[in-house]
């Protein structure tokens, strides 16, 4: 892809993020990266930082049929990001949406308690802190992890990611005090296309980079 950069994998990706938020003299307090795939670059941002690494959890709400398109996504507390045009143009009623909240909510906190085990969640208050994932499409997740974070009082909230469409790049500025993005490119299929190397990460790896002593 002419004029936008591709980054050889997660960790090469998150050593370049680490440099763009040190440039841009972010005062981080902690990291918190999405799992699976931001773990890889939140480990690499928080030890270039050197700050705690945790995590925020959300789940993709999909559309029937399809669970890949995403018509919302909930986080492991309940909060709730949804996206009423894709509901409107797929016709899905509410009832199937909190059918479906219900479901990923459960799910999203399952996975926030497997990864921190008996490790209670960080405490944000008055802090900056810096969610990183390893790209963003439509951005549900990251948004439902947003309106998570935005509860806690006085928090600085900074998005990093590597790659993102302008249009979701500059939804999630609308969002949160700061957005550190690396690429922004106009013609946007997806995540992966912008790594050499996008290998699924399992969640005995993901864990393995929270476990990491920074």
Not at 67 to 87: F, K, L
Not at 119 to 137: F, I, M
Not at 184 to 194: D, L, W
């Amino acid at each position: 892809m002419e004029g936008t950069r591709q980054f050889t994998d997660r960790e090469d990706a998150g050593e370049q993020l680490a440099g763009a938020l040190q440039d841009q003299e972010v005062a981080a307090d902690i990291v918190l990266a999405i799992p699976r795939g931001g773990l890889p670059l939140g480990r690499a941002v928080a030890d270039a930082l050197d700050v705690p690494l945790d995590i925020v959890v959300a789940k993709k709400i999909g559309a029937p049929g399809n669970p890949e398109y995403a018509i919302g996504a909930v986080a492991s507390d309940g909060s709730v990001w949804r996206n009423p045009e894709a509901m409107g143009d797929r016709g899905i009623d509410e009832d199937y949406f909190e059918e479906q909240r219900r479901t990923e909510a459960e799910n999203a906190r399952e996975k926030a308690e497997r990864y921190r085990g008996e490790q209670p969640e960080p405490d944000l208050r008055d802090r900056t802190v810096v969610v990183v994932d390893d790209g963003v499409a439509t951005g549900s997740t990251m948004r439902a992890c947003l309106r998570k974070l935005q509860d806690a009082a006085g928090a600085r909230i900074v998005v990093a990611v590597p790659v993102g469409p302008p249009d979701t790049i500059d939804d999630l500025n609308a969002m949160v005090e700061e957005v550190v993005c690396l690429e922004t490119p106009s013609r946007f299929m997806g995540v992966g296309q912008f790594y050499e190397h996008f290998e699924q990460v399992s969640d005995e790896e993901a864990m393995e980079y929270l476990e990491s002593s920074s």
